[in-house]
Nanobody, 117 residues
Framework: QVQLVESGGGLVQPGGSLRLSCAAS????????VGWYRQAPGKQRELVAG???????QYADSVKGRFTISRDNGKNTVYLQMNSLKPDDTAVYYC???????????WGQGTQVTVSS
């Protein structure tokens, strides 16, 4: 089974940037799609961005034009470049590996992103 480890979170001022990494190890069977999700306090977890094995991407409307998801197959890593960050982007960010962005899968442990002045 695949194991996922997120990194790159932290505290950033509004308008700043962060790049999150999701590194995979172990068997990647069934890992046709990788998504970045976030969960803010008191809110449901939501899909932020996803990428499939063939490179198709999708984004939540709230992050279009600001976030970019990409993958480096040689490093078994998926990245989320986050620019023009807003306080509303504050959340724990998780990556998930699955057959479908909206189905069950394997989750990482999460990384905190805080956008505040």
């Amino acid at each position: 089974q695949v194991q996922l480890v997120e990194s790159g979170g932290g505290l950033v001022q509004p308008g700043g940037s962060l790049r999150l990494s999701c590194a995979a190890s172990g068997s990647s069977r069934g890992c046709n799609a990788v998504g970045w999700y976030r969960q803010a306090p008191g809110k449901q977890r939501e899909l932020v961005a996803g990428i499939t094995s063939v490179g198709s991407t999708q984004y939540a409307d709230s992050v279009k034009g600001r976030f970019t998801i990409s993958r480096d197959n040689g490093k078994n890593t998926v990245y989320l470049q986050m620019n023009s960050l807003k306080p509303d982007d504050t959340a724990v960010y998780y990556c998930k590996c699955s057959n479908s962005l909206y189905g069950p899968g394997v989750w990482g442990q999460g990384t905190q992103v805080t956008v505040s002045s």
